[in-house]
């Protein structure tokens, strides 16, 4: 998960039967591509895929004028906060541990805000509800599920968190999508925008 200041925002995605340190590289190596490698906030959990995987595709060659090979250096502005869970030998939870993992670390990475997302898509998605008939059961299918569900909480849906003050007349407050508040569109996108804009190969 990508995170600035006041919004979390997906990017890309990965998915399998297992949790395998490929998901991870696949997943970051996507994101690279599409935020062609602007250096961001990375939020994680401790698994240990995740910084092996960002330093394979965020270090780059710095020239420092010696003979020899350039050292591989990670760009100013990259970070990863990692908040790792504690428990006793029954699994009970002890402490949580919140570590820089690379760079500075980012304000509030409590993962409440992971778990709030999941929670929207346990209710958008009848596939990943409990005691449903609405299997997604090819991965094909729950790629194809979830990237769209994933496309509209980021681009066509505004969040209550991301107001501005208004800017027009008779407006309060104007409504923001996690998309726009990162920089990415200068408005809401609508279902139609979507159906309708030219398709190009995804990374």
Not at 33 to 46: H, I, L, N, T
Not at 66 to 82: A, F, I, N
Not at 116 to 133: F, M, P, S
């Amino acid at each position: 998960m990508i995170q600035d200041r006041e919004s979390r925002f997906i990017v890309a995605h990965a998915s399998g039967r297992r949790r395998e340190e490929a998901l991870a590289t696949e997943a970051i190596r996507k994101t690279h591509a599409r935020s062609r490698g602007q250096p961001v906030s990375w939020c994680s959990d401790g698994w240990r895929a995740y910084p092996k995987a960002i330093t394979r595709a965020y270090r780059r060659p710095v020239r420092t004028g010696r003979r020899g090979r350039p050292p591989l250096r990670l760009p100013e502005g990259l970070s990863l906060t990692q908040t790792i869970k504690h428990r006793d030998e029954r699994g009970r939870l002890l402490s949580v541990e919140t570590r820089a993992t690379i760079g500075a670390p980012v304000g509030q990475p409590a993962p409440a805000h992971t778990e709030r997302l999941n929670g929207v898509l346990r209710d958008r998605l009848a596939c990943l509800t409990r005691k449903t008939h609405a299997f997604a059961k090819t991965a094909r299918t729950w790629d194809a599920l979830f990237g769209l569900t994933i496309f509209e909480h980021d681009w066509l849906r505004p969040h209550p968190a991301l107001s501005r003050p208004g800017t027009e007349p008779g407006r309060c407050y104007d409504r923001h999508t996690p998309a726009m508040a990162i920089g990415l569109t200068d408005h809401r996108w609508s279902w139609r925008e979507f159906l309708t804009m030219k398709a190009t190969a995804s990374s």
